[in-house]
């Protein structure tokens, strides 16, 4: 009889974490404490089951294989560690967890996000909660999404190519890589505008939420042409004059498509720092 296996957001540590990651950003935009940050500290440590299966989801989501072989033998010895764990005091922990999630945040907006690799940690959770034996085919399913993110060559190109381009971005996107800079967030980034920061927490905090976030970028085009329109009177200079007409022109162009791309947040990033150019020229 095969054992009935749902998977959740809730129930998945891998998720429960990057959500928590993605969180610590929003707050950290706003404040400066986060209740995420303590609670990260608080189960997601090396002496904590849940902690210690995190580690695990870690492995399994990013290490890459040339071969299908080494993929499995690195899913055995993880599959091995994972049974050592207690399975009691992981459900224990992840209780509690949400009990602080649920004391912090409204619940329903938290797990409103959208998960760039969810597919892959539902697959690991799948994997860990069922067997050949209990549920064969929802095992293979995942089993096959896990060995193809571990060896596909493509995917390996892709996780290259969105590290490159974050790491060239770094200067207009500085949260959208949040699991990396937020420890550094307030000493190094602290000469972000309201604007951005206020463009940066709508991302973070409505990414899944496309219709909210198309409706706010949509009013802040229109906003920045005007205001750009009217500091080209400002402006003395010939063909900077006729450089930002063929900005105020394109801007439109970020209002394409029903969801906002990362690559329109990093051309509103680029407006909001030329209205600042524009009026550090003009008080100089």
Known sequence: MNKKVKHTKIKNTGILFELLTRQITADLLGSNDSKAAEIVKEFFNKDTELGKEFELYKILSENKYSTE?????????????????????????KYNLIRKIKESYDINEFFNARIPNYKVLASIYNIFESSEETNPVLYEKSHHTLMENMTHDN????????????????????????QTLVEKFNKKYS????????????????ISNTNKLREYVDNEINDIKQVLSEKINTVD????????????????????????????????????????????????
């Open 69 to 93: 072989s080494r993929a499995e033998k690195l899913l055995e010895v993880v599959l091995r560690n994972r049974g050592k764990l207690s399975n009691s005091s992981i459900r224990s922990e």
């Open 155 to 178: 995917v390996t190109v892709k996780k290259d190519k969105t590290y490159d381009y974050l790491k060239q971005q770094e200067k207009d996107l500085r949260l959208l890589a949040y």
């Open 191 to 206: 000469n972000l505008s309201e604007k951005q920061k206020t463009l940066l927490k709508e991302y973070i905090n409505n």
């Open 237 to 284: 200079d010939k063909i900077t004059k006729i450089k930002i007409n063929e900005v105020v022109n394109q801007a439109d162009s970020l209002k394409k498509g029903k969801v906002v791309s990362d690559k329109q947040v990093v051309s509103l990033m680029r407006y909001y720092q030329l209205i600042q150019e524009i009026d550090n020229v003009a008080k100089g």
